[in-house]
């Protein structure tokens, strides 16, 4: 029976070795290879006008990525993953910038959702993920032809900012998972959008 016991021991250390070394060895650390497709369901708009828009993240690389959903305060600055917008109006020589600033935005609502399980995502070479994506209610207040990209930024390291108010407690696992996910920047196609008054 003791040997038994030792035997199941061994086992099960093994594969919590095996899945811990997987968890951390089982992606790239770092990533150049990741692609962003960005579309609106409607681009000729009215100002203040909502479109519905959607973006598609894909590993173009060799080996495996962990990447981070994009969540509640990405778009501020206040967690990984940081997302933004470049739009240029009415300037085909202007250029869009390479990444995300690392700024922090003051945001209307000062509530961060917890990280939950499910957030941090594995993506194989070759494979796709719709990102989170609402009703988007485009920032142009006036008529005229704007050029825009959605930025995307995985930064495991980054210290999430804690000055808001937060919904419930972060899941520790995923943060784990979020900690040593894959370091990567995308910056999506362009997207013309013509807007009336």
Excluded at 61 to 84: C, F, N, Q, Y
Aim: hydrophobic residues 40%; charged residues 20%; glycine residues 8%.
């Amino acid at each position: 029976m003791r040997k038994f016991l030792l035997g199941v021991a061994i086992l099960l250390f093994t594969a919590m070795v095996g899945v811990l070394a997987y968890e951390t060895l089982g992606h790239a650390s770092r990533s150049t290879n990741v692609a962003l497709q960005f579309s609106a369901q409607n681009t000729s708009l009215h100002v203040g006008e909502e479109t519905q828009i959607r973006l598609v993240i894909k590993n173009q690389g060799d080996r495996a990525v962990r990447l981070v959903e994009i969540g509640d305060g990405s778009e501020s600055g206040w967690r990984t993953p940081v997302v933004a917008l470049s739009i240029i109006k009415d300037d085909n020589a202007a250029q869009h910038p390479t990444e995300p600033s690392t700024e922090l935005k003051v945001r209307d609502c000062g509530n961060v959702n917890a990280l939950k399980w499910g957030e941090v995502f594995r993506l194989a070479p070759g494979d796709t993920r719709e990102l989170s994506a609402e009703t988007w209610r485009p920032p142009f207040l006036e008529p005229g032809v704007y050029r825009v990209v959605v930025l995307y930024a995985n930064r495991p390291s980054m210290s999430w900012f804690k000055g808001g108010i937060f919904s419930g407690r972060d899941n520790p696992l995923e943060m784990w998972r979020v900690q040593h996910s894959t370091e990567a920047t995308a910056v999506s196609n362009e997207v013309v959008f013509t807007v009336q008054d």
